[in-house]
T-cell receptor, first 119, second 113 residues
Framework: ETGVTQTPRHLVMGMTNKKSLKCEQH?????MYWYKQSAKKPLELMFV???????ENNSVPSRFSPECPNSSHLFLHLHTLQPEDSALYLC??????????????????FGPGTRLTVL | DQQVKQNSPSLSVQEGRISILNCDYT??????FLWYKKYPAEGPTFLIS?????DKNEDGRFTVFLNKSAKHLSLHIVPSQPGDSAVYFC????????????FGSGTQLTVLP
């Protein structure tokens, strides 16, 4: 399998449930990202991992907990979510965070997303 | 406040004609700009990019123009094809933000046969 994959593609959960989203990249990249896309809104960056280390947490509530066991895998653990957390969650990867623009390798490649509905 | 704005949520164009998608930004520190295309049920895919040291970058039917003084960029698709129908996102980054991407809200392009 190539590119960036995400599972599950669709998830419906109650506010008291605990679930996890999984992302896997087969591009040999070292940086991975979680984004949230709500209806009619821009993609919002949630977390950034570079060489398995979290480098960015954009004021995301603690009910979202990321995990990056290696450069190829990224998880987003969910617990006690709210209905307003319903959105498309996108994973992306890139060669390495912060590469110079002239290298042309800081392009991010996205997975298909997980459509999350919180009841 | 949105730093990257795509003011047209939708655009319809006849097949064979030019599609022009616009994007404005407010952060003068942005120095690298990208366009992504997104089909339903798929993630965004990279289309074309431009560095602030250039004012034009061309790749086949796709050309991106950058007007730094106006803080405006545009994506031209010529000729437009029905398969180009998708949501197009503009994104920007700066070295000061470790190349994190700031996205616009997207423009739905529909190319009519």
């Amino acid at each position: 399998e190539t590119g960036v994959t995400q599972t599950p593609r669709h998830l419906v959960m109650g506010m008291t449930n605990k679930k996890s989203l999984k992302c896997e990249q087969h591009l040999g990249h070292n940086a991975m990202y979680w984004y949230k896309q709500s209806a009619k809104k821009p993609l919002e960056l949630m977390f950034v991992y570079n060489f398995k280390e979290q480098t960015e947490n954009n004021s995301v509530p603690s009910r979202f907990s990321p995990e990056c066991p290696n450069s190829s895998h990224l998880f987003l653990h969910l617990h006690t979510l709210q209905p307003e957390d319903s959105a498309l969650y996108l994973c992306a990867s890139s060669q390495e965070v912060g590469l110079a623009i002239t290298s042309g390798t800081d392009t991010q490649y996205f997975g298909p997303g997980t459509r999350l509905t919180v009841l | 406040d949105q730093q990257v704005k795509q003011n047209s949520p939708s655009l319809s164009v006849q097949e064979g004609r030019i599609s022009i998608l616009n994007c404005d930004y407010t952060n003068s520190m942005f120095d690298y700009f990208l366009w992504y295309k997104k089909y339903p049920a798929e993630g965004p895919t990279f289309l074309i990019s431009i560095s602030s040291i250039k004012d034009k970058n061309e790749d086949g039917r796709f050309t991106v123009f950058l007007n730094k003084s106006a803080k405006h960029l545009s994506l031209h698709i010529v000729p437009s094809q029905p398969g180009d129908s998708a949501v197009y996102f503009c994104a920007a980054s700066s070295s000061g933000s470790a190349r994190q991407l700031t996205f616009g809200s997207g423009t739905q392009l529909t190319v009519l046969p």
